[in-house]
């Protein structure tokens, strides 16, 4: 499995390597004497990988300089999560909807047994909502999301919680998911070109668009195909939420509407149960105290900024079954938000 390793300096050309953009090493004599904090992420070209990439700086910073941060790409979140828990890695990029697979043991994570202990509820970060793009030159043809049923259509990579969460999607609305595998950087071709009617996109806090879309929209003219009526009525009555979104604050150009909606999910990286306490303590708390900052970094953080404390909640409530990792819990106490119904997790659990 492919591994890239970023350690930022200070300036301009600190950001330029946080991005992904280059590769710098440390002093032998440092690198000993600091401590290895791995997070699993998603393949360059990401938005989870640029999250992860962007912030080393500031949670090297945080703990003092006593950890180098690496950024590990991997296929998809469930790729990366069971690479921290068979030891791969400490931290790993995750949404709601991958917990849920992970918890039940479906999907991706079937017959799966993690060799560490389990992934917990440690920080979550931003929410994301999936919607649907087509050519420009073809949006006549496509009025509802179930017309895309049984058609071929890119929903992001196999394995990305946008892809799971469109599976959830379809089932709710009694559709047929049929995915198309594309590389990310052919996907304003394909598109083009009809080797798939559609292929889904995302914005993160109604504003950011992930690297490969950034492209595609400057490359191609877009429509996005909104649900219709009786399929908003079908999906909240399945227990999902239709979020409405402002296309000119995402997208350079007109997509076709001034309102799309998406059905957006809670992304978030957690990490194992046996990672010290106050290690994910100190980042959490991090975090927190850096989050307007953090905005200045990517606009997706706007939510996280202005209530960091509910998104934490809301990640837990979403899968109350699994655990919160101790150095949260600890944070959440301390800012009076602890629920005694949630269980705090055990590195032996």
Known sequence: MLKKRIILISGASALALAMGLGLATVKPADAQQRKSLRWASTQPGSYGYGIAAGMVKLVENALGGEYTITVQPYASPTVAMKSVMDGSGEIAYT???????FSQRIGGFKDYKPQKPEIAHTWYAY???????VAAKNGDQFKCWKDFSGKPVFYTNAGFMNWLNWQRIHKALGTDFKHVQIDLKSNADALQSGTVVGSATYTTAGKSLAAYWKETDIRMD????????????KLKAAGLVVAEVDPKAAFSKPVGSDKIYGVPILFGYNARLDIPEDLVYRLVSAVYKEKDNLVKLDAGFTPMAKDFIGMQVNG???NPQIPVHPGLAKFLKEHKAWNDKWKIGKATS
């Open 316 to 318: 837990i409530n979403a």
């Open 222 to 233: 877009l429509k996005v195909v909104n649900p219709c009526p009786d399929e908003v009525a």
């Open 95 to 101: 949404a709601d909807i991958g917990m849920t697979q």
């Open 127 to 133: 929410p994301m909502e999936s919607m649907m793009a």
